[in-house]
């Protein structure tokens, strides 16, 4: 009975953490409405990035045993998030011909990203509705919908937004700003962690005014990112890719 119990409030806590996710992946789909991603392709991305919360925490509770409680260990947990969305983003669609403009990428960066919070918000739903107490679940979703899935989304996007802006440059540069701006999520990751979970209810005001203005600036990105021009040889260079 207990058994049964505990996967109904499993479930339930998935659909409702869903149904707030899929309100942000409405929004920012929106940042590529001229020319919409496949359905099939964004879904891939959201999948990918469901899958991957269960590695990541298994990674980080290796690391949590070997690091006591500090910003190192909130950096390292950063880097194992950060890292893994980008890894499982790359071998589901970015490396894919249909990712073939630069506002693609943070699209799929971010999508990634609300998968991943999907399945996380959904573990923290978990127990005040398995106990019953609506008034937590509530908090508790609002907490989750205003700042940590954001905090998601801004991290993983200023990625997405560092390799859009030099997706028409060579390798090398590729390499370099994909590389400095994964260094910035991480950092960026880690500073909000901190915030929330050394400095307790006090810090979070703050990360909520903080999350906000990056998402501000984040909006300002990406439309200088729908600016950047396909140059004239980079047509014949991606039907050559796709003959």
């Given at each position: ?6 996967a ?5 806590a998935?659909l409702?953490?869903?149904a707030?996710i ?16 496949p359905?099939r ?5 959201f999948?990918a990035?469901?899958l ?12 949590a ?10 950096i390292v947990w ?10 499982v983003?790359?071998f ?9 403009e630069?506002?693609d990428?943070?699209?799929?960066l971010i ?6 919070s ?6 923290f739903?978990?127990?005040p509705?398995?106990n019953?107490?609506?008034l937590?679940?509530?908090a508790?979703g609002?907490l ?5 899935t954001?905090?998601h989304v801004l991290?993983?996007?200023?990625t997405?937004?560092?390799?859009a ?6 390798r ?6 994909g590389a400095?701006?994964?260094?910035l999520a ?5 500073v909000?962690n901190?915030?929330i979970?050394?400095k307790g209810?006090?810090g979070?005001?703050t990360v ?5 203005v990056?998402?501000?600036?984040l ?6 990112v729908?600016e ?7 047509q ?8």
């Amino acid at each position: 009975m207990n058994l049964l119990f505990d996967a109904a409030s499993a479930v339930l806590a998935f659909l409702a953490s869903l149904a707030m996710i899929l309100v942000w992946l409405t929004f920012w789909l929106f940042e590529d409405g001229k020319h919409p991603e496949p359905r099939r392709f964004l879904l891939l991305a959201f999948v990918a990035g469901m899958l991957s919360v269960f590695p990541v925490l298994l990674f980080e509770a290796v690391a949590a045993s070997f690091v006591p409680m500090s910003f190192f260990l909130l950096i390292v947990w950063a880097f194992i998030e950060e890292g893994a969305k980008f890894t499982v983003a790359w071998f589901a669609v970015l490396r894919r011909p249909v990712c073939d403009e630069p506002i693609d990428i943070p699209v799929y960066l971010i999508t990634t990203a609300l998968g991943f919070s999907a399945v996380e918000n959904a573990f923290f739903l978990f127990k005040p509705i398995a106990n019953g107490v609506l008034l937590q679940t509530v908090a508790t979703g609002d907490l989750r919908f205003i700042g940590a899935t954001l905090i998601h989304v801004l991290a993983t996007s200023v990625t997405g937004a560092a390799l859009a802006l030099v997706f028409y440059q060579e390798r090398a540069r590729k390499i370099v700003y994909g590389a400095l701006g994964l260094i910035l999520a991480i950092f960026l990751h880690a500073v909000f962690n901190f915030l929330i979970i050394l400095k307790g209810a006090g810090g979070l005001l703050t990360v909520f005014m903080l999350v906000w203005v990056g998402i501000v600036f984040l909006l300002l990105a990406l439309e200088r990112v729908k600016e950047v021009e396909r140059p004239e040889w980079w047509q014949k260079v991606f039907m050559k890719r796709n003959v």
